[in-house]
């Protein structure tokens, strides 16, 4: 991908079934469209990897492939952890795909901890730390997020992701790790 991309995703509601936060349908369908040097194989939530791709999936602990990672052990995640805090390796995952709750409203519905709801700046300078140089890091967020010199990242996309009739609208910020 060459320039800066702002192509709009038109996706669906998500689930009804299943965890409370899930990704909207065809989140997956438009990811592979845009960035499909992570997948070999994409339909509907059920995903393959490319052979040798380092996937983590923050706050996704209901995801079935990649690595995931929440604070909430009951989200059945591989790794329990801070999301500022994680115990990976730096420069460990090609993709890293973030999709935290975005307000205190929603983190009640996880967590009783409303202190510290999860901080986009965190959240990104503890992702470019486990991505790889050029590696990905994607943000479902309902701000436009700003790379930080912290992290160590360029902006290449701002998608907004239409999630279905009276849905709020967020925004994917995919960031290139420099180095």
């Known amino acids: ?9 038109r996706c669906g509601p998500p689930p ?5 936060q899930r990704f909207p349908s065809r989140f997956w369908f438009n990811f592979n469209k845009f960035y499909s040097q992570f997948f070999e194989y ?11 791709m380092r996937v983590l999936n923050m706050f996704s602990g209901s995801l079935t492939w990649g690595d995931t990672t929440d604070f909430r052990s009951e989200s059945g995640a591989k790794i329990v952890a801070p999301y500022d805090d994680l115990p990976i390796l730096s420069n460990t995952y090609d993709l890293v795909v973030a999709d935290p709750s975005y307000a205190d409203f929603f983190h009640k519905q996880w967590s009783q901890d409303t202190k510290d709801h999860p901080i986009p700046k965190r959240i990104l300078v503890e992702a470019a730390r486990v991505t790889k140089p050029g590696g990905l890091i ?6 436009l997020i700003r790379p930080w010199k912290e992290a160590n990242v360029k902006c290449i996309a701002r998608h907004p992701v239409f999630a279905g009739e009276n849905n709020v609208i967020r925004c994917l910020n995919v960031f290139r790790k420099k180095g």
């Open 1 to 9: 991908m060459t320039g800066f991309d702002d192509t709009t995703w």
């Open 42 to 52: 994409v339909k509907g939530d059920e995903v393959i990897l490319a052979e040798g």
């Open 138 to 143: 994607a943000i479902l967020h309902i701000i």
């Open 16 to 20: 009804r079934k299943g965890q409370f």
